[in-house]
């Protein structure tokens, strides 16, 4: 079973700027959309960004857009999010997963790792 392996949170702050990776090991994502989802403190976990396998067609919720960009290299098997003009309210700890579009909202259908914090400060 593939596992999924997140990294480069950490604490920034406003405006500020990072990038997450999400390595994937044990297999491939071959032929799956990946998605970056997070989840903050009292919260339910929610999408963030997704990315078709061939890295062509990329998706953003409306409280990213603009701000961050999903990309893949299917030859490292990595998926990436790099994110800038943080705002305090992207503190969470982020998710990558194998994605699905069900009904027009992407779900993630694998299992979850541990995910990787960041945190915003004002």
């Known amino acids: 079973q593939v596992q999924l392996a997140e990294s480069g949170g950490g604490l920034v702050q406003a405006g500020g700027s990072l990038r997450l990776s999400c390595a994937a090991s044990?297999?491939?994502?071959?032929?799956?959309?990946m998605g970056w989802f997070r989840q903050a403190p009292g919260k339910e976990r929610e999408f963030v960004a997704a990315v078709s396998w061939s890295g062509v067609s990329t998706y953003y919720a409306y409280y990213v857009k603009g701000r961050f960009t999903i990309s893949r290299d299917n030859a490292k098997n990595t998926v990436y999010l790099q994110m800038n003009s943080l705002k305090p309210e992207d503190t969470a700890v982020y998710y990558c997963?194998?994605?699905?579009?069900?009904?027009?909202?992407?779900?993630?259908?694998?299992?979850w790792g541990q995910g990787t914090q960041v945190s915003v400060s004002s």
């Open positions: 997963n194998v994605a699905e579009n069900i009904g027009s909202t992407w779900y993630g259908v694998g299992s």
């Open positions: 044990g297999g491939t994502f071959r032929g799956s959309a």
